[in-house]
């Protein structure tokens, strides 16, 4: 397997664009994860899914921000406008449940500038 | 008070130095630790996993946790100037899928 694959890697944009990142989990893993990386706050976890339904958004910031997963090997975040506070590296990960299964996979982050 | 607390170092040691990396939790229910490593600009990756206590060993990385006292170690023997990295616990419990992380330990061996 190809692991978690994230795209794109790298984004610049100006404030007030759309911004959508895109995640493609391990085949089988039925928990993906969204998480944000920045200096201050660390790993921040965003959302996660849960055999394609969303289970737990309370660590989305604000409105701005929607997370999909229209099947079991595609995600997206998408930030709607985006701002410089925003950016940071997002990370999509992704994993099994069950007993010596749950650990989590990552991907290789999409770093976001919001100029 | 956070679930995990990690001391964000930096811890800068010479090459051939014996490293070691700490976490205390609060949460009891934690069943599952985790080490991860994570170059710069790149995705933590998973180091070490253990299930409950005990000690695990994998070459030159072991992994202690010590449920009693809710805090779990990673020890790294004869440290290599390419174990400088960032090096992240995390830990989940047996009731639903939340992984919790610590902020990450920063450390550079110096050749």
């Known amino acids: 397997d190809a692991g978690v694959i994230q795209s794109p890697r790298h984004e610049v944009t100006e404030m007030g664009q759309e911004v959508t990142l895109r995640c493609k989990p391990i085949?089988?893993?039925?928990?993906l994860f969204w998480y944000r990386q920045t200096m201050m706050r660390g790993l921040e976890l965003l959302i996660y899914f849960n055999n394609n339904v969303p289970i737990d958004d309370s660590g989305m910031p604000e409105d701005r921000f929607s997370a999909k997963m229209p099947n079991a090997s595609f995600s997206t975040l998408k930030i709607q406008p985006s701002e410089p506070r925003d950016s940071a590296v997002y990370f999509c990960?992704?994993?099994?449940w069950g007993p010596g299964a749950n650990v989590l996979t990552f991907g290789a982050g999409s770093r976001l500038t919001v100029l | 008070q956070k679930e995990v607390e990690q001391d964000p170092g930096p811890l800068s040691v010479p090459e051939g130095a014996i490293v070691s990396l700490n976490c205390t939790y609060s949460n009891s229910a934690f069943q599952y630790f985790m080490w991860y490593r994570q170059y710069s600009r790149k995705g933590p990756e998973l180091l070490m996993y253990t299930y409950s206590s005990g000690n695990k060993e994998d070459g030159r990385f072991t992994a202690q946790v010590d449920k009693s006292s809710k805090y779990i170690s990673l020890f790294i023997r004869d440290s290599q100037p390419s174990d400088s990295a960032t090096y992240l616990c995390a830990m989940s419990a047996n009731t639903g899928n939340q992984f919790y992380f610590g902020t990450g330990t920063s450390l550079t061996v110096i050749p």
């Open positions: 990960a992704s994993s099994l």
């Open positions: 085949s089988g893993h039925d928990y």
